[in-house]
């Protein structure tokens, strides 16, 4: 069992930068390959990052890539996402999650176990 916490969220304005931790519990984190994800209401889970267990490789959708870079600290069992410039659009919950399963990364239903999630809200 692995158990994920989320943090780092909040209300910022675009342009600003903002920097996501999850913590995470219960597995040897360096062999874990992580991703995070983002959702709005009414919309799927939507891919953002991942890294594999070992830093390599990584991977961002093109909505992010030249802004955000993930990063893992194995003595921390902490996985990081930093966001710099903000848009409106960036604006959702994010989740990070443990790669469980064979397939692609951008795929949600390839990761098993999901964080609470934190609220990402950028104004314009």
Do not use: H
Not at 42 to 62: C, H, L, Q
Request: proline share 2%; with cysteine.
């Amino acid at each position: 069992q692995v158990q994920l916490v989320e943090s780092g969220g909040g209300l910022v304005q675009a342009g600003d930068s903002l920097r996501l931790s999850c913590v995470a519990s219960g597995r040897t984190f360096a062999s874990v390959a992580m991703g995070w994800f983002r959702q709005i209401p009414g919309k799927e889970r939507e891919f953002v990052s991942f890294i594999n267990g070992t830093g390599e490789p990584i991977f961002y959708a093109d909505s992010v890539k030249g802004r955000f870079t993930i990063s893992k600290d194995n003595g921390k069992n902490t996985l990081y996402l930093q966001m710099n410039s903000l848009k409106p659009e960036d604006t959702a919950v994010y989740y990070c999650a443990v790669k469980t399963f064979a397939g692609l990364v951008r795929a949600s239903r390839t990761y098993n176990y999901w964080g609470q999630g934190t609220q990402v809200t950028v104004s314009s």
